[in-house]
Nanobody, 126 residues
């Protein structure tokens, strides 16, 4: 059974950091593009960052550029989202998602992905 599990969320003050992990089981991430998304109460799910299957290409939402980084360790079947200089507007449930991508394509659009984790809560408060 294909499964993605996010971890690493929590409470943090503005300016703090968190690292989110997305661990896959039941399949090998090597051939999958991975995206990170977030959803705040009353808002639509938005793309935060994504990484190609090889890890050589990444993309970020303008709101997190320069603060977040994404990486993957295919040997550990895990993708990471390092979040620095967190702001209250970063608060939300963070999800990782996967799609098999043989051509190296990746996207910040949630509709592109077909496997989703259950999410982890990130709260940035003063």
């Amino acid at each position: 059974q294909l499964q993605l599990v996010e971890s690493g969320g929590g409470l943090v003050q503005p300016g703090g950091s968190l690292r989110l992990d997305c661990a896959a089981s039941g399949f090998t991430l090597n051939y999958y593009a991975i995206g990170w998304f977030r959803q705040a109460p009353g808002k639509e799910r938005e793309g935060v960052s994504c990484i190609s299957s090889s890890g050589t290409r990444t993309n970020f939402a303008d709101s997190v550029k320069g603060r977040f980084t994404i990486s993957r360790d295919n040997a550990k079947n895990t993708v990471y989202l390092q979040m620095n200089s967190l702001k209250p507007e970063d608060t939300g449930v963070y999800y990782c998602a996967a799609v098999r991508s043989s051509n190296g394509y990746y996207s910040l659009s949630p509709s592109y992905y077909n496997y989703w984790g259950q999410g982890t809560q990130v709260t940035v408060f003063s």
